[in-house]
C-alpha cells in the first residue's frame, strides 16, 4: 500500500511538471511571437503603402511601381543570374575598402589613443583630412588613380578611415581610470595593462566606429559605382534610371538596401560575441 501511495505521488508530481514545462514552453513561444511583431509591424506597413498608393492613384506608378511588380523584376534577375553578377563586383570593392581601412585605422587608433606623443604629432593631419568631405575628394581619387577597381576601393578605404580611427582613439582614452589603477595596483606592465584592461575595455567603443564604417562603405560605394564604372549595383541603379527601367532600379536598390541590412547584422553578432563581458557584466 505504502508503494502504491509513492508512486501516485510521483505521477501527480510528474503531471504537474510537464504543465509547467508545457505553460513555459507557451510562454516562451508568445514572447518571440510578440517580438517578431513588434520588430516587422512598421515595415509590414510601408510594404503595404507601397503596394496600395500606386495600384489607389496616390502616386504615378510610372515612377513607383507597386511593389509586387518589383519584386517579381527582382526574382527575375536574380534568376537570371544579372543582379548576382553586378553584387559580387560591389562586394568586393566595399569589403576590400572596408578591411583595409580596418587593418590600418585600428592599430593606428590605438598608438594614438596610448601613446600621447604619437597622438601630438598625428592629430593636426587627422584633423584636416577627417572634416574633408569624402565625395568631394572622389574626382581626385579617379585623377589619380585612373576608372579601375583601384580608384574604388580606395575611396571606400579613405571614407571607412575617420570612424574606425576616431572610435578607436575615443575607446582608448575613455578607459575607465579606475580600471587602470586597479590594474597598476595589481602590478600589471605596461603591455600587460594594454591588453588585458585597455584593449578589451575598447572594444565596445571600437565596433560603434566599424558599424559607421560600414555604413559608410555601402554609401560611397554607391557613389563612385555611378560616378564612373561599368558594373557594380551603384552602375545598375543608374544605368537602368537612364533607360527608364524602373521597375529594376528599384530592384537595385532594394539589393542595396539588403546588403545593407546583412552587413549590420553581420557586425552587431560580432560585436555580442566579442562583449558578452560586458552583458554578462551588465546583467
Not at 503603402?49 to 511588380?69: I, K
Not at 592629430?123 to 572622389?138: H, I, K, M, Y
Amino acid at each position: 500500500m505504502a508503494n502504491s501511495g509513492a508512486g501516485e505521488v510521483l505521477v501527480r508530481l510528474e503531471k504537474k511538471e510537464a504543465r509547467r514545462s508545457g505553460k513555459r514552453a507557451l510562454g516562451w513561444a508568445f514572447e518571440k511571437l510578440h517580438q517578431a511583431f513588434k520588430a516587422s509591424i512598421v515595415i509590414i506597413a510601408f510594404m503595404a503603402v507601397w503596394e496600395a498608393a500606386p495600384r489607389l492613384g496616390w502616386t504615378n506608378a510610372t515612377f513607383l511601381p507597386p511593389l509586387s511588380e518589383v519584386l517579381s523584376t527582382w526574382w527575375g534577375l536574380l534568376l537570371s543570374g544579372d543582379l548576382a553578377e553586378h553584387t559580387k563586383v560591389s562586394l568586393v570593392r566595399s569589403i576590400g575598402g572596408f578591411t583595409l581601412a580596418l587593418l590600418v585605422s585600428v592599430p593606428l587608433g590605438l598608438a594614438i589613443g596610448w601613446w600621447k606623443t604619437a597622438a601630438q604629432y598625428l592629430n593636426p593631419l587627422l584633423e584636416l583630412f577627417r572634416n574633408t568631405a569624402v565625395l568631394a575628394l572622389l574626382p581626385v581619387f579617379i585623377m589619380l588613380l585612373g576608372l579601375g577597381e583601384t580608384s574604388k576601393i580606395a575611396i571606400i578605404f579613405y571614407a571607412c578611415v575617420f570612424p574606425l580611427l576616431l572610435n578607436t582613439i575615443s575607446g582608448v582614452r575613455n578607459v575607465d581610470p579606475l580600471l587602470i589603477r586597479s590594474a597598476r595596483s595589481m602590478g600589471l606592465s605596461p603591455l600587460q595593462l594594454f591588453r588585458k584592461v585597455v584593449l578589451p575595455a575598447s572594444v565596445p567603443t571600437i565596433f560603434v566606429g566599424i558599424r559607421q564604417a560600414g555604413a559608410a562603405s555601402i554609401l560611397v560605394l554607391v557613389a563612385a559605382e555611378m560616378a564612373g564604372a561599368k558594373s557594380g549595383l551603384g552602375y545598375f541603379i543608374q544605368y537602368t534610371q537612364f533607360s527608364f527601367q524602373i521597375t529594376e532600379m528599384y530592384a537595385g536598390i532594394i539589393t542595396i538596401s539588403i546588403f545593407g541590412v546583412i552587413l549590420n547584422y553581420a557586425l552587431v553578432t560580432l560585436e555580442k560575441k566579442l562583449t558578452a563581458w560586458k552583458q554578462a557584466s551588465n546583467e
